[in-house]
């Protein structure tokens, strides 16, 4: 539902560079063989687990371990562990982009640019962002589009989350973990591994936390604020199943049950000079999202090799959000939302064997996600809320649906060469079946959109040697459009999906015997019809949501690396990349104007801004990240291993308009994090803080509100494996 309411020696050089890539062991940190080499990086992106090294991609994997030693929980804080990435939390959304291509407009019908997927299964593509990352086996991020396997909504890139299976024949094994920290933060999570019999075992995972709200509010006239000011409160739970009855079967069962109670998602105006957390507000506020999923993945290999693969989920939830909508005590201004979401999937992949001349997958996707914004008229914008002068209501479903066929060909030669080639054929549909009440009038939208569209990828590899590997590839990413809901103005056209092409070149090399680990690449990116919320062409006080009618271009350049010499270990990785629209004319809905704007031709004038050769959203021009440790043995082989992890994002811009007076820019990100970690046996307590500089930056803006990053936290967290 579309509504804007006003996330050698190159290898030597690098060492200056974070970007970690671990194995999918949950320990250590940094994953070393006895010898303190590196271990081989498994990523599953495409369908098979392959060698990151020895793959044609640009990504970051992040184990358990490391997850929790870089203090990530959620994926708001990816964007401080691997390159690339910026996440902007603006509450009930998350605008992740990547190479800043991703989500750029706060809506629903607007899907993601970087897809989410958590153990096979594409999740929710808007709302249920904020999930916690417990009991995780590996985090795998990826840069640049996913035309083949990520789908319709990897146009920036896709996660990867995978969480640890249970272990046939593997004992009572697990973990249990509890910490405690400022703003009376509690939290507790663990899991445990139930050999059932020898072809079945079981796997029981939770986590809880409870957190006081960051924020200090004032009510009325400097009244006491009675409302939720974000207080967290969250539960979640798993439970997984794995049969095994042969070497050729397996069958894979997992439940995901989530309640998560943000308290609150505050926020004051842009314009507003006072510490980000001190805020005023009259209106109540409400952040809650629970929901479920549940996957079963069959995998069958033939007597000749060949893997059957079914990935079948089933996902469903409800997010009930209010928010203050002006951000202050001095004006009652609401905005409030029920939606319930359901989304099923299927996924089948025949895969061949690994080795030959000639390797191949090919597979078929279909998902049906349907939104349903509940009678009577449950999502609503009011000032003051009631009032038929000023209320806007809707209600309706919004179904969408989406079916697609896929395949890859590898082609090995001699000499280490390879040259693989995929493609995907999606044909999308999204319908609206809404009713609007604007200012007292009834306005009914029922129309439907669809698109239908062919990306994959051309990539040439060669495997120089053991520890030297190229690659060279050209891979194009779509994502669909959307239709928008009247504002008034009758049925608005609705607009068309976006399309990415990127080529790119890397180099991926191991050194030092082993010791040291880098990946380089460049890209450049050509992003046509982005989509982008503008005034009305003719009535510009009504905002609405179209394709930048000319091309955007991205060009960069990234690397990581990560090593390990005896006690001491390293990471390090950074993005350097430039964006520059074409032509492009827009009234900017924020400011009242009745002078027409056409968005090809303008004219430009002083409310008509032409927006050729401005930047691209969320996509700073630098950013780098960088984490090192130190084990010290001590007697009786308990080790004390401090660690510092920074990272910094260059400013940004939120929207296309790049107005710093109405707090469009978005100001730069240094954050700072460091623990002790004392292990004993399979005792581990650690102190921790994160954000220790308290960096004050804004972390999002929307509806011209600046919502805050995370201020600096500290604890003590104890970890006891079993």
């Known amino acids: ?290 929901f479920g999923r549940s996957i079963l993945k069959v995998d069958y290999m033939t007597p000749d090799g060949i893997t059957i693969r079914s990935v079948s989920g089933y996902q469903r939830g409800i997010t009930d959000y209010v928010a203050d909508l002006d951000g202050t005590a001095a004006v009652n201004d609401t905005f409030g939302d029920i939606v319930n979401e359901s989304l099923w999937s299927e996924e089948v992949n025949v895969i061949s064997p690994d080795k030959g001349f000639l390797t191949w997958i090919v597979g078929a996707y279909l998902d049906n996600d349907t939104y349903e914004f509940p009678p009577p008229y449950e999502f609503y914008i009011g000032v003051p809320p009631g009032s038929i002068y000023s209320e806007y209501l809707l209600q309706g479903t919004n179904p969408e649906a989406a079916l697609a066929g896929f395949g890859q060909l590898s082609f090995n030669f001699d000499h280490g060469f390879q040259i693989q080639i995929g493609g995907r054929y999606t044909d999308a549909k999204t319908t609206n079946h809404v009713q609007v009440l604007q200012y007292g009038t009834f306005l009914s939208d029922v129309q439907t959109a669809k698109y239908v569209n062919t990306s994959g990828k051309l990539s040439l590899n060669w495997t120089v040697d053991p520890d030297n590997f190229l690659y060279a590839f050209v891979s194009t990413g779509f994502r669909p459009g959307g239709l928008n809901v009247p504002v008034g103005l009758g049925i608005p056209a609705p607009f068309g999906a976006e399309k990415l092409t990127d080529y790119e070149l890397g180099w991926k090399n191991t050194s030092f015997d082993g010791h040291l680990r880098t990946q380089i690449d460049g890209f450049y990116d050509d992003y046509r019809d982005f989509q982008v919320i503008i005034g009305y062409p003719d009535y510009p006080t009504f905002s609405f949501e179209l394709n930048n009618p000319n091309t955007t271009h991205l060009y960069g350049f990234e690397a990581q690396t990560q090593a390990v010499f005896g006690a001491l270990s390293f990471d390090a990785g950074t993005t350097i990349m430039h964006s520059s629209l074409g032509t492009f004319y827009a009234t900017d809905p924020r400011i009242a104007s009745t002078t027409p704007c056409s968005p090809d031709t303008g004219p430009s004038s002083a409310s008509c801004i032409d927006l050729s050769g401005h930047s691209q959203t969320y996509a700073p021009n630098f950013s780098f990240n960088l984490g090192a440790q130190y084990k010290f043995t001590l007697n009786g082989g308990d080790s004390l291993t401090p660690r510092a992890n920074f990272g910094h994002i260059a400013p940004q811009w939120a929207t296309l308009l790049e107005n710093p007076a109405l707090g469009d820019r978005l100001a730069a990100r240094d954050i700072l994090a460091a623990q002790l970690a004392w292990t004993h046996h399979t005792f581990v307590a650690t102190l921790y803080g994160t954000n220790l500089t308290n960096d004050q930056y804004v972390a999002a803006l929307n509806s011209g509100l600046r919502f805050a990053g995370i201020p600096r936290q500290y604890g003590i967290r104890f970890f006891k494996g079993f």
């Open 1 to 290: 539902m579309k509504i804007q309411v006003m996330g050698a020696s190159a290898s030597l050089l690098a060492l200056t560079w974070y970007g970690s890539a671990n194995a999918q062991t949950a320990t250590p940190a940094v994953e070393a063989s006895p010898n303190d080499t590196l271990t081989e990086v498994v990523i599953t992106a495409e369908r098979r687990h392959t060698d990151l090294q020895q793959t044609p991609i640009s990504a970051t994997v992040l184990s358990g371990t490391m997850l929790a030693e870089l203090g990530v929980t959620t994926v708001d804080e990816l964007q401080f562990a691997t390159p690339g990435a910026t996440i902007n939390n603006f509450g009930q959304g998350i605008d992740f982009n990547i190479r800043g291509i991703g989500k750029d407009e706060h809506n629903s019908q607007t899907t993601v640019g970087v897809v989410t997927y958590r153990d096979g299964v594409a999740t929710f593509p808007g709302y249920f962002q904020e999930e916690p990352y417990f009991d995780v086996s590996t985090v795998e991020i990826l840069r640049g589009p996913q035309g083949t396997f990520g789908g319709q909504n990897a146009t920036g890139g896709a996660v990867v989350v995978n969480t640890n299976d249970p272990i046939i024949n593997g004992g009572h094994t697990g973990y249990v973990q509890a910490q405690f920290g400022n703003y009376t933060d509690i939290g507790v999570q663990g899991a445990v591994n139930l050999p059932i019999s020898d072809t079945l075992a079981a796997r029981v995972a939770f986590n809880e936390e409870t957190r006081d709200s960051f924020y200090e509010f004032t009510g009325p006239g400097g009244a006491a604020y009675t409302s939720n000011p974000g207080n967290l409160r969250e539960l979640s739970g798993r439970f997984s199943l794995l049969w095994q009855p042969s070497t050729a079967l397996s069958v894979l069962f997992k439940t995901d049950l989530d309640s998560l109670n943000m308290g609150a998602y505050p926020a004051d105006p842009y314009y507003d000079t006072n510490d980000l957390y001190h805020l005023t507000a009259n209106s109540p506020q409400q952040g809650i999202d629970r």
